[in-house]
Structures are given as C-alpha cells and as structure tokens.
C-alpha cells in the first residue's frame, strides 16, 4: 500500500503546487543607461544627449562633443505567467546625480519593444520578456557641470 | 480492494488539478487597476494579491573637461611716428619686434622703411632717471589664460597661431606656411595696414618639440605671454591713428 502511495499520490501532489509557487515575479537590471563622456563646447545654451532604445545616441543640439558613446538600459523580466499583458512606467523624478549641483535631469525614457498603458506587451511564453530602455539627459541652459562621473537611479514599474 | 481504488479516485483527481494548473493562464488577462506610475497601494481589482512590481535602474554620465584660452590683454606695438617719413614704404622691411617675455621693443635695423619708436619723454626707467625709455611706448605683450582641461596625465599644452581664416601662420624663425604669415593686417587710417607675423611665446615651461610649441600646465590656470612683430607694406602710406587686427590662438594637447 505504502507504494503505490508514493507511486501515484505523492508526484501529482507535487505537479499541483509547483506551478503556482512559481508566480514570484522577477526584474532583472542587466546594464544600466549611460549617457557616455562628453564636454560641453559651447556653453550657454540648453543641450540634450537622447539614447534611444537600440542605444543609438543623439545630440540634437549639438554644442557637445561625446568622447565615449553612451548604451541603452537593458532589463529582464521573468517568471511573470505566459502571455500575461503589462506596461512600464518610469518614475518621473529620476535625475542623474553628483556630488556638486547642478544636477542633470533626465526624462522621455523610451522602451523597445514600445508601450504604455493603451499599448500593452505581454510576456513570451516562456514567461519572460527583455525590455530596452532609453532617455534623455538635459543640460539646462546657462548651467555649468564639473567635470567628473554622474550617478543616478530610477524606478522602473511593471503594472500587469 | 476498496482501498486501492479510493486511491485511484484521488490520484485522478489530483491529476485533474494538475492539468487545469497547468493549462495556459489566461491570455491577455484584463490589466488591473494600480494606478499608472505607481505601486501604492494594493490590487483593488477584486482579484487577488499585487498588480505591479518595481525595481531601481541605473544611469550614469561622465562629463569631460576642455580647455579654454582667453584674452587677458590684446598684443600692442605701442607707439610710433609715422612710418616711412609719411610718404610710401617701399621695401616693406620696417618693423618692431615685440618681446613675449619682457615687452621690450627691438627693430632690425634695416632703414629703408623707418619706423621712430615713441615713447615717455620723462619715463623713469629706473638707471638714468628721466632720461626717457625706450621701453615706455605703451607697448605690451599679449597675455592668454589658459583654464580648465587638466584631463589625465597631460601636463603639456600646445599653443599656435591662425590667421581669421583659420590659416596657420608661423612662429619667429619658423617658415612652414609663409604663405599665410602675411594674413594678419592692423588696419587703420584710409585702410593703410601693418601686417603682424613671427610670433613667439613666453609661459611656464616653455619648450618646442616635433608637436609644436608647448607650455607647462601643471599648474592652472596657465598665462600664456604673446609677442610678435609689426612689419611695415609695400606701397602703404600710413596716416596717424590706430591700427588694430584680430587673429586666432589656439590651445591643443
């Protein structure tokens, strides 16, 4: 009897609650954004370096030379169920920070593949999806940085 | 017996459960209600259990530094009677030279076309009382500050010359691009125009090398002396006034 307990009740038990145990949500950051090197030439005026999603950069102010090129911010979501619909949100308040004032704000953040909340993406169906993100770093007119590394975070949401 | 099957009851059912669980969630299930932006606050969908999940990214930025050079004071030649007896230079060989170092004034010595150096009739020069100094004409040499761009181990910056158009025009004693190192005219008076050209440098550190002419900027900010030589032009005919020109120097790793 013992036997055909563990034989047949015991491994349809365990088939029942493995799935579920599963939903455990997971965000991963695999790069962080960054906005590269650069020097402002000509200062004065309000300047902008836009990283798009595939992490192509752009000055499209130009006064700015980039002496090393910025990349996109890449994150893996897994363990979300199948086909499940989300979007993303970024915190509004995420700057890049130093040490000494100004700071510089970043905004516009972009995502590939593209949503919001009238365009929801789902997950693959193995659960997971890679999400690449890109935004734009301002340098406010008339504002002078110290040369040196920036730092900053943002919050990045999943609404599903 | 009976016993055996109630196990096989339960052991299809189980299985039952295991194969609803495993059916696919359902696809494109209805978004929730969590406030866009926002992970306050429960699901109040009616559904169970959080809708949203949040994580921090992060970003960064490196800014660089340039150099940058201004002018704290324009090159001048100081004063002078005028040129060539008034009348037309004709051979174009008068001149004032300019030292970067001390802002004394030197001539060739050639006297075809003549230039009189001005200067204080009752200047102390400090060894012959009010005897007048040749070195009081008002001249000066040019002074530039060179700021910011300690970048790295570089401790040596490059300075050079252009004319408005951006042609390089030479060094004292150089002749690389004599082409251009008439560029450079002060113009005064009826359009009449000296030409400046030979310049020089004086700064910390001051050295040449196969890269150019270098100064030491260990130290910043970096003032950089400039001096130069005036030359008179064929065919001009100078009038009393003054005579100004503008020219580019430039600072480079």
């Known amino acids: 009897m013992q036997t055909l307990i563990w034989r047949y009740l015991l491994p349809t038990l365990f088939l029942v609650t493995i799935p579920f145990a599963a939903h455990a949500n997971q965000i991963y950051e695999l790069r962080s954004l960054d906005f590269g090197a650069f020097a402002v030439t000509q200062p004065g005026g309000a300047r902008r370096i836009v990283i798009d999603p595939t992490g192509a950069q752009t000055t499209p102010d130009g006064g700015l030379v980039i002496f090393k090129n910025g990349h996109n911010s890449i994150f893996r979501i897994s363990q979300l169920n199948p086909a499940t619909l989300f979007y993303i949100t970024i915190d509004p308040s995420s700057v890049v920070h130093s040490s000494t004032t100004p700071e510089f704000e970043v905004d516009t953040f972009t995502f590939d593949p593209p949503n919001d909340i009238g365009n929801m993406i789902h997950t693959d169906p193995d659960a997971s999806l890679t999400i690449r993100i890109g935004a734009t770093l301002h340098i406010e007119a008339g504002e002078t940085h110290t040369p040196g590394p920036y730092r900053g975070t943002f919050t990045f949401l999943i609404n599903y | 017996m009976s016993l055996l099957k109630e196990i096989r009851k339960l052991s299809l059912l189980s299985i039952g459960l295991a194969a609803i669980s495993f059916a696919p969630t359902p696809a494109n299930a209805v978004p929730v209600d969590t406030p866009a932006g926002t992970c306050v606050g429960a699901d109040d969908s009616g559904g169970a259990g959080v809708d949203c999940v949040t994580t921090t990214g992060h970003m960064s930025a490196s800014v660089v530094s340039t150099l940058s050079i201004n002018e704290i004071r324009a090159v001048s030649f100081g004063n002078m009677a005028t040129p060539c007896g008034g009348g037309a230079c004709t051979t174009g060989d008068g001149d004032i030279i300019l030292n970067a170092a ?27 009382g009010n ?7 008002g001249q000066a040499p040019g002074v530039y500050r060179v700021s910011a761009g300690a970048e790295g181990a ?18 004292s004693g150089e002749n690389f691009y004599t082409a251009n190192d008439t560029n450079i005219h002060l113009i005064g008076p009826a359009a ?38 005036l030359k008179t032009v064929v065919g001009q005919t100078y009038g009393a006034g003054k005579y100004v020109a503008t020219y580019n120097v430039m600072v480079s790793y």
């Open chain 2, 102 to 128: 001390t802002g004394a004034r030197t001539q060739t010595g050639l006297t075809t076309d003549t230039i009189v150096m001005l200067h204080g009739a009752d200047a102390n020069d400090g060894a012959a």
């Open chain 2, 131 to 137: 005897a007048g100094n040749a070195n009081s004409g």
């Open chain 2, 154 to 171: 570089a401790t040596q910056v490059y300075i050079a010359f252009a004319d408005n158009a951006g042609n390089f025009v030479d060094y």
């Open chain 2, 192 to 229: 009449a125009y000296f030409t400046a050209q030979d310049f020089t440098i004086d700064c910390t550190g001051a050295a040449s090398d196969v890269y150019g002419h270098y100064c030491d900027n260990t130290t910043l900010p970096l003032d950089v002396k400039v001096g130069a030589t």
